[in-house]
T-cell receptor
């Protein structure tokens, strides 16, 4: 039973365009959502997060949107750069320290 | 700070052997997590500790897996006996209690042949 789902295993975009990565969750107890980025042979690194009391959080080129009624969040990267090519994990937590991860989306930004 | 340090980075072992993975969390962090990454299941939480005490080990796959945290600066994940299906990348992460994000080590790639 996967509580956090990233239905697109991969995404390819052109440099300078917008990248949109999507994530759905099923557990209504989740109240905090995070995005991690992972390069090959490295551990995941924290990118951006959002609390359930907000619907948008922005940090430079990265913006996360949360739609609680749809149990959906998305990460927008604009403009996309080749260095953004990585695997992006959506994660959620609620009521404990436990972070539940999606399976990840591999983003490729083509020059 | 050096970040979360895991050792070894790579481990190749024969089926049936004991494997011990090690983790040094970031100094001052009091929550520690062990994750496993596989193609099929993605990143799954195995166990986490608060102040060296195991809080949730519901993700530990079976009795062959055990984890300890004897002090605030060291944790181990042991598999005995190891099986080929245990082959995966194992990550350790740490955070301040109730913090919003956890910091990951570089992982240990385990191959059981």
């Amino acid at each position: 039973d996967q509580q956090v789902k990233q239905n697109s295993p991969s995404l390819s975009v052109q440099e300078g365009r917008i990248s949109i990565l999507n994530c759905d969750y099923t557990n209504s107890m989740f109240d905090y959502f995070l995005w991690y980025k992972k390069y090959p042979a490295e551990g995941p690194t924290f990118l951006i997060s959002i609390s359930s009391i907000k619907d948008k959080n922005e940090d430079g080129r990265f913006t996360v949107f949360l739609n609680k009624s749809a149990k959906h969040l998305s990460l927008h990267i604009v403009p996309s750069q080749p260095g953004d090519s990585a695997v992006y994990f959506c994660a959620a937590k609620g009521g404990s320290e436990k972070l539940v991860f999606g399976k990840g989306t591999k983003l490729t930004v083509n020059p | 700070d050096a970040g979360v340090i895991q050792s070894p980075r790579h481990e190749v072992t024969e089926m049936g052997q004991e494997v011990t993975l090690r983790c040094k969390p970031i100094s001052g962090h009091n929550s520690l997590f062990w994750y496993r990454q596989t193609m099929m299941r993605g990143l799954e939480l195995l166990i986490y500790f608060n102040n060296n005490v195991p809080i949730d080990d519901s993700g530990m796959p079976e009795d062959r897996f055990s984890a300890k945290m004897p002090n605030a600066s060291f944790s181990t994940l042991k598999i005995q006996p190891s099986e080929p299906r245990d082959s995966a990348v194992y990550f350790c992460a740490s955070s301040f209690y109730r913090s919003t994000e956890a910091f990951f080590g570089q992982g240990t790639r385990l191959t059981v042949v």
